[in-house]
């Protein structure tokens, strides 16, 4: 029975810092993420923007978007005319879990249409009183190293998988 009740008082704990983590988030600590960002934009000149995600209550998100750009690469149409391919250049989000701690993640360039984009890496989970100026200023860090991994790929970067997937024609397949 002591050890069943030692899990019901770390239960009750564990639900109360819930609703004090959400409660961080929406006092201060939401503005608090944006405006560091914003400060990283102005002081580094990085052309990028600070986006709020509110659709959801409670999952909030605070993104650092590096934006859209014409890749340079076009899809040859009939007659000669071209489709561009969009670039999305990288995101940087921190987004309230279900149970108020600041989950932190990047989600990596990609192509459309363009080969598989790699799935979001998650860099850290942190508790609200542990997400300061300098620790949000690192995850910045962290998220333009790998930002640049995933740019200046070459054949030494064995866990990338960028393009396409060559596979034989069906006609060419063993069956």
């Given at each position: 029975m002591?050890s069943?009740?030692?899990?019901v008082e770390?239960?009750?704990?564990?639900?109360?810092?819930t609703?004090?983590?959400?409660q961080a988030?929406n006092?201060e600590?939401?503005v608090?993420?944006?405006?560091t960002?914003?400060?990283?934009?102005?002081?580094?000149?990085?052309?990028?923007?600070v986006i709020?995600k509110?659709?959801?209550e409670?999952?909030?998100?605070?993104a650092?978007?590096?934006?859209?750009?014409?890749s340079g690469?076009?899809e040859?149409?009939?007659?000669?005319?071209?489709?561009s391919f969009?670039?999305?250049?990288?995101l940087?989000?921190?987004?309230q879990l279900y149970n108020?701690?600041?989950?932190?993640m990047?989600n990596?360039?990609?192509?459309?249409?363009y080969?598989?984009?790699n799935?979001?890496?998650?860099?850290?989970?942190?508790?609200?009183e542990?997400?300061?100026e300098?620790?949000?200023?690192?995850c910045v860090e962290d998220f333009?190293t790998?930002?640049?991994?995933?740019?200046?790929?070459?054949d030494t970067d064995?866990?990338?998988r960028?393009?396409f997937?060559?596979?034989?024609?069906p006609s060419e397949?063993?069956?």
């Amino acid at each position: 029975m002591k050890s069943l009740k030692q899990q019901v008082e770390k239960y009750r704990e564990i639900m109360q810092n819930t609703i004090s983590y959400r409660q961080a988030w929406n006092a201060e600590l939401k503005v608090s993420v944006k405006q560091t960002l914003e400060k990283i934009i102005r002081e580094t000149d990085l052309k990028a923007e600070v986006i709020e995600k509110n659709e959801f209550e409670n999952l909030e998100a605070v993104a650092l978007t590096l934006g859209q750009a014409d890749s340079g690469i076009y899809e040859v149409l009939e007659l000669g005319a071209k489709r561009s391919f969009v670039k999305d250049l990288g995101l940087l989000v921190f987004q309230q879990l279900y149970n108020g701690k600041i989950i932190v993640m990047v989600n990596y360039p990609s192509i459309d249409t363009y080969g598989e984009p790699n799935p979001p890496k998650t860099l850290a989970i942190y508790r609200p009183e542990e997400l300061s100026e300098g620790v949000i200023i690192n995850c910045v860090e962290d998220f333009m190293t790998e930002i640049l991994s995933w740019e200046d790929i070459d054949d030494t970067d064995t866990g990338n998988r960028i393009g396409f997937t060559w596979t034989k024609p069906p006609s060419e397949q063993q069956g």
